[in-house]
């Protein structure tokens, strides 16, 4: 059975640009969350989407933002690119929303910023 | 807020010693505590969750609510554990779940022969 899948896998932006990350879960999954995973400060929960609504959001910018589509898999964008958001971006999906629920995570998207 | 910490960065053993990850916890309700480990060149994984009370590879953990601590225990370190532990937890009030994990910084572990 194939794992969550996230692309791409390596993506180099300027200050100011947007950019956008994929993530497809795990066949059957509803719940897809977004990490970040920046030098220094380890892993930052920054959004979850079940069933196509988005169910928590973490303490990001609201130039942090995603959507979930029908076939759930996600796209988390990040507009005005600052310095700081250089860092892995990791995506997790699990089988519904409940906290008893494995989180399954992909392998990342490494953004730069420069 | 609920907080997560490892004290310890870094963590050396021999093979064949015992080891112990530490993990405290801030929250005042009754969190899911979990430990995720990532082997090298390897996506992060689930290694053992508190509700399930089991052993994974030889490592335990038993949540101590006095305490508030959530130590991984192994008895005989093996080389193939030398990894990063992470220990999370997640919160779930009145049957709804908050969905996010909560991270600790991470430990890394490095099994000497």
């Not at chain 2, 807020?1 to 309700?29: D, M």
């Amino acid at each position: 059975e194939a794992g969550v899948t996230q692309s791409p896998t390596h993506l180099i932006k300027t200050r100011g640009q947007q950019v956008t990350l994929r993530c497809s879960p795990i066949s059957g999954h509803t719940s897809v969350y977004w990490y970040q995973q920046a030098l220094g400060l380890g892993l930052q929960f920054l959004l979850w989407y079940d069933e196509g609504e988005e169910r928590n959001r973490g303490n990001f910018p609201p130039r942090f933002s995603g959507r979930q589509f029908p076939n759930y898999s996600s796209e988390l964008n990040v507009n005005a690119l600052e310095l700081e958001d250089s860092a892995l971006y990791l995506c997790a999906s699990s089988l519904d929303g409940s906290s008893y629920n494995e989180q399954f995570f992909g392998p990342g998207t490494r953004l730069t910023v420069l | 807020a609920q907080r997560v910490t490892q004290p310890e960065k870094l963590l050396s053993v021999f093979k064949g010693a015992p080891v112990e990850l530490k993990c405290n916890y801030s929250y005042s309700g009754s969190p899911e505590l979990f430990w995720y480990v990532q082997y090298s060149r390897q996506r992060l994984q689930l290694l053992l969750r508190h509700i399930s009370r089991e052993s994974i590879k030889g490592f335990t953990a038993d949540l101590n609510k006095g305490e508030t601590s959530f130590h991984l225990k192994k008895p005989f370190a093996q080389e193939e554990d030398s990894a990063m532990y992470y220990c999370a937890l997640t919160l779930a009030a009145g049957g709804t779940s908050y969905g996010k994990l909560t991270f600790g910084q991470g430990t890394i572990l490095t099994v000497h022969p």
